[in-house]
């Protein structure tokens, strides 16, 4: 029997949400509650594949004209399976979609894969079946990461340094809840550096980290109960990811978020497989940010690939 494909409606969030808990590559940012957050920017087009009666994959994304993209508000959000997914069966899914999207009026699918930290097993299943029926690898990001269970690296002399002066300073880190006075700096520190504002407001961070405070939280530094710096955290199984960094201007002095860093990498989040800096590349991968990119490996993170394919259905 041919692969079923079902477009997601609410009626579906109690399956939908239950399949992500249980798969082998599937992060909080795929629930139902944290996609919908932006309903009024992306019109929603997840797909849900059924083998018989069985739930065997979802595809979290959205539509833009005749273009789907997986998914345009997150990071990443390519087919998430559990483990008994197999490559075969993963050919058969591409296989419904070749003919389900022109059907649906779709010709192109931007498909944002994803990375292998974020999985529980060998997960790439998708990535052969994308390179079997021609979808062309468009753009490549790098981000950096530390693998826990081998960090050998260590921080570098100038992070060692500011770390001490941190701590003779005597800056305190907490986990805090004053998301609203976080992202104020951040916000500050985007404007005048880069002219931009953060992807997310505050109202919506607060919201999110509401709705999920094991996956999302603050950590920030404090002098005389002032905040100085912060790090926000998107927490999953295996992944510590630094969704923002940032510190008031008298913090950077400080070294306000390196004695952060250095709780969470050394102390808190010891048990998790990955610490995740994000990506520090621009202009669909093109462009290499040499200084934001080598703060990051200074304190011992290397390179993780974030991929995009495109797949032409058919001709405009």
């Known amino acids: 029997m041919a692969i079923r494909i079902i477009e997601y409606s609410s009626p579906l969030q109690l399956e939908w949400d239950k399949f992500i808990s249980n798969s082998k590559n599937g992060v909080f940012l795929f629930y139902r509650d944290?996609?919908?957050?932006?309903?009024?920017?992306?019109?929603?087009?997840?797909?849900?594949?059924?083998?018989?009666?069985?739930?065997?994959?979802?595809?979290?994304a959205n539509r833009r004209g005749e273009k789907i993209i997986s998914h345009g508000g997150l990071t990443f959000g390519g087919i998430v399976t559990d483990s008994r997914m197999r490559t075969a069966k993963m050919l058969e899914i591409f296989e419904a979609l070749k003919l389900y999207l022109p059907s649906q009026g779709v010709c192109n699918l931007i498909y944002k894969a994803i990375p292998y930290i974020y999985s529980d097993m060998p997960a790439e299943e998708d990535l052969y079946a994308l390179h079997y029926i021609g979808a062309k690898l468009y753009r490549r990001d790098v981000s950096s990461s530390i693998d826990m269970r081998y960090n050998l690296l260590g921080f570098s002399k100038g992070r060692k340094w500011l770390?001490?002066?941190?701590?003779?300073?005597?800056?305190?880190?907490?986990?805090?809840?004053?998301?609203?006075?976080?992202?104020?700096?951040e916000e500050n520190n985007l404007m005048m550096r880069h002219n931009v504002k953060p992807v997310h407001t505050a109202n919506e961070i607060e919201l999110l980290a509401g709705r999920f405070p094991e996956n999302i939280k603050l950590f920030a530094s404090y002098k005389d109960d002032i905040m100085m710096g912060g790090v926000i955290i998107y927490e999953s199984r295996h992944v510590a990811h630094a969704q923002y960094i940032a510190a008031t201007e008298e913090g950077k002095e400080m070294g306000a978020t390196d004695i952060i860093m250095n709780y969470l990498i050394n102390?808190?989040?010891?048990?998790?497989?990955?610490?995740d800096f994000g990506i520090s590349t621009e202009n669909e991968g093109r462009y290499l940010n040499v200084g934001l990119i080598e703060n990051k490996e200074s304190y011992g993170a290397r390179a993780v690939i974030y991929d995009f394919y495109e797949w032409v259905l058919a001709a405009h």
């Open 163 to 185: 770390i001490s002066r941190a701590k003779k300073l005597n800056l305190l880190v907490k986990q805090a809840k004053d998301f609203k006075a976080f992202m104020a700096i």
């Open 34 to 60: 944290y996609m919908e957050y932006h309903t009024d920017r992306f019109i929603d087009f997840s797909l849900l594949f059924y083998d018989e009666n069985r739930l065997i994959g979802v595809l979290p």
């Open 267 to 275: 102390e808190y989040y010891t048990e998790k497989r990955y610490f």
